[in-house]
Structures are given as C-alpha cells and as structure tokens.
C-alpha cells in the first residue's frame, strides 16, 4: 500500500511558514520603525495579531501526524529518538542563551548558569524563541496516552470535546466582565 500524501497538511504548513516569517518581521519593525499609536504600529499590531496562530498550527501539525501513524510505535524508541533531536538542542541553546544574557547583564557564573538551566528545563525559557519546545515536549511525552484515546474514542465524541472547547474559550474572556473583574483571564 503507498502512502498518500496529504495536500492540506502542506498547505497549512506553508501558510504557518508565511505567518512565522511575518511574525519576525514584523516584530522587527515594531522594535524599532514605528512609533506607538500611529497607523504603522496599529497596522503592525494587526499582522501580529492576525499570524499568532501559526506556531499552534505546527505543534497540531506535529500530533495529527503522530497520531495517524498506521504502524506500533515503540514508546522507549520514539522518545529516544524525539529528545536527542529536541531536548538536546534545548538544553544547548538554553546553556548558550543564559551565558550570553549573563554576559551582557553581569558576568558569565557557573552557578547562576546550572540554576538558570534548571529553571529553564522546569518551564521558564532563556530566550522568548524557545517557548515552544515546552508543549512540543509535552506533547511528545504525552503521545501514548493521546495515541490510546484517539485509537480507541469515537469522532463523534472528539468533535463534542472540541466544539466544547471552543465555546469555553470563547466564553472565557467575557466571564471577567461578568463577574466583575473577580477572575482575571488575561493573566492564565
């Protein structure tokens, strides 16, 4: 049996690639060209806005593609093989970034540079273009446990988890107004 190539998962991951590239631009542009509550940093706030999806895109990406594996997947060797490409290369450049910031800040401290890595391998990235190794590492971890519900649960029963899902997130930001300001959604 061959494979089939799937057109739609190409085409979302050239539109995430576009939506990554404006991002960077983008975020160029803001630091540095455009002056605050002007048409321009409007303008530039509405690309940023309207391209923050395109990460997700990749992780979702990475899961549908996980998930819809035909064959067994061996769990010791697919987390071998996911964290020598990942997790090294995080803990590298996680070394490099806080070496780098000590550097310009202080000066370079082997305490400070083992503590700053421990706090980095618990959820608090060095640098801002590391933030999404963490649900990518997440996601790898938890690909058993998503691997046993997706081959064993109904689509009807996803698709309720999902639409489910969207109207709580869509609901959410209007609970603060609600309940007058008792729950503070922009800070979860």
């Known amino acids: 049996m061959t ?17 990554v590239v404006m991002i960077h ?10 002056v605050k509550n002007t048409t321009a940093w409007d303008l530039s706030l509405a690309i940023n806005l309207l391209t923050k999806w395109c990460i997700p895109i990749f992780i979702m990406i990475s899961g549908y593609y ?7 997947i ?13 997790l090294l290369p995080f803990i590298v450049w996680s070394i490099i970034y806080n070496l780098y910031y000590q550097y310009i800040s202080s000066g ?23 933030w999404f190794l963490y ?5 790898y971890l ?14 009807k029963i996803i698709a309720i988890i999902i639409g489910f899902s969207i109207v709580i997130k ?3 930001p209007f609970t603060d107004m609600v309940l007058n300001g008792s729950m503070n959604y922009w800070n979860d």
Request: aromatic share 14%.
């Open 25 to 34: 631009v983008d975020a160029n542009f803001r630091q540095g060209e455009f």
């Open 74 to 86: 061996d769990y010791n060797t697919f987390l071998k093989k996911r964290f020598k490409k990942v």
């Open 135 to 139: 649900p990518l590492l997440g996601l």
């Open 108 to 130: 370079i401290s082997i305490k400070w540079t083992a503590l700053g890595l421990i706090k980095n391998i618990l959820g608090y990235p060095t640098a801002a273009p590391l």
């Open 3 to 19: 494979k089939r190539r799937d057109y739609s998962m190409d085409l979302l991951k050239f539109l995430a690639s576009f939506g």
């Open 170 to 172: 869509t609901i959410s």
């Open 66 to 72: 996980l998930l819809n594996s035909s064959k067994e």
């Open 142 to 155: 938890m690909m058993p446990i998503f691997k046993g519900i997706v081959d064993k649960i109904d689509f």
